[in-house]
């Protein structure tokens, strides 16, 4: 059974930094690409980020290229996004999901960005 | 950046009725790389439909797709009690993954 746990949210200040993470199980995790999805309250889905199985493809939405980086590290069974110089724009609940496109989703980490 | 348009963006129906929703992109989506999603309050989205008409596991048949190039539509049958919530297309063909703004389905 596919599981995904996000970790890693929090408040923040505007400009500082934080690192998301995105434990999976139940499937083999080198096998699939995995996504950032977030969504500000109450408000739609934003598309963040995907890395491929194998890690040699990384793409971004315009409004984090440059400052977010997405990793994964198949050893821990683990997915990450690195977000720096966050701005007040960046809050939001944080999904990762699975598969192309996204069939299985994380219970999301909610992220505040504010003075 | 595709740029996905959702219409309408309320849809007031009874029980049992028939939604048609629809999902407009700004150019020709490659491949018919068209999602649907269904989000309810508190909870992380679902996917309904993938290839713009490939059921997902454990989707019921009363949801289908259908569309290519420009325009995409979800039907909902038959709506159930359940189905109450907001439907979300996403293309995945070119990146950005952009996703529409959403169609909020809610009980007349």
């Known amino acids: 059974q596919v599981h995904l746990v996000e970790s890693g949210g929090g408040v923040v200040q505007p400009g500082r930094s934080l690192r998301l993470s995105c434990a999976a199980s139940?499937?083999?995790?080198?096998?699939?690409?995995f996504h950032w999805v977030r969504q500000s309250p109450g408000k739609g889905l934003e598309w963040v980020a995907v890395?491929?199985?194998?890690?040699?493809?990384?793409l971004y939405a315009d409004s984090v290229k440059g400052r977010f980086t997405i990793s994964r590290d198949v050893s821990k069974n683990t997915l990450y996004l690195q977000m720096n110089n966050l701005r007040t724009e960046d809050t939001a609940m944080y999904y990762c999901?699975?598969?192309?496109?996204?069939?299985?989703w994380g219970q999301g980490t909610l992220v505040a960005v504010s003075s | 950046e595709i740029v996905l348009t959702q219409s309408p963006a309320t849809l007031s129906l009874s029980p049992g009725e028939r939604a048609t929703l629809s999902c407009g992109a700004s150019?020709?989506?490659?491949?018919?790389?068209l999602a649907w999603y269904q989000q309810k309050p508190g909870l992380a989205p679902r996917l309904l439909i993938s290839?713009?008409?490939n059921r997902a596991i454990g989707i019921p048949d009363r949801f289908s797709g259908s569309g290519s190039g420009t325009d995409f539509t979800l039907t909902i049958s038959r709506l159930e009690p359940e189905d109450f919530a907001v439907y979300y297309c996403?293309?995945?063909?070119?990146?950005?993954?952009?996703f529409g703004p959403g169609t909020r389905v809610d009980i007349k």
């Open positions: 999901a699975t598969q192309q496109p996204p069939a299985y």
């Open positions: 139940g499937f083999t995790f080198s096998a699939y690409p």
């Open positions: 890395i491929s199985y194998d890690e040699n493809s990384k």
């Open positions: 150019q020709s989506v490659r491949g018919r790389y």
């Open positions: 290839d713009a008409s």
């Open positions: 996403q293309q995945y063909g070119t990146s950005p993954f952009t």
